[in-house]
């Protein structure tokens, strides 16, 4: 596993509403940390074990479809 997965702590990912995204490409070029990508030329897919949550995405996401999320707590 790369070191990048191994230490994120971070309480927040990002997550994509497949059915409105347009698969522009936005999120990929604004990710700070690579978790985004295009999956079959038709959605944005997130990383969710290299996402930091920082919510850049999100913001420049024009079709709106990227909201954060809470991690779930493991205990």
Do not use: H, Y
């Not at 940390?33 to 969710?48: F, H, L, P, V, Y």
């Not at 709106?64 to 205990?75: H, M, S, Y």
């Amino acid at each position: 596993m790369s070191e990048r997965r191994r230490n994120n702590s971070s309480r927040r990912f990002a997550k994509v509403n497949r059915a409105v995204c347009v698969a522009c490409g936005t999120c990929a070029s604004v990710c700070p940390k690579q978790a985004a990508s295009i999956k079959n030329g038709c959605w944005a897919e997130i990383d969710t074990a290299i996402c930091v949550g920082c919510g850049l995405c999100a913001k420049a996401c024009p079709a709106d479809c990227i909201a954060l999320a809470e991690r779930a707590v493991a205990g």
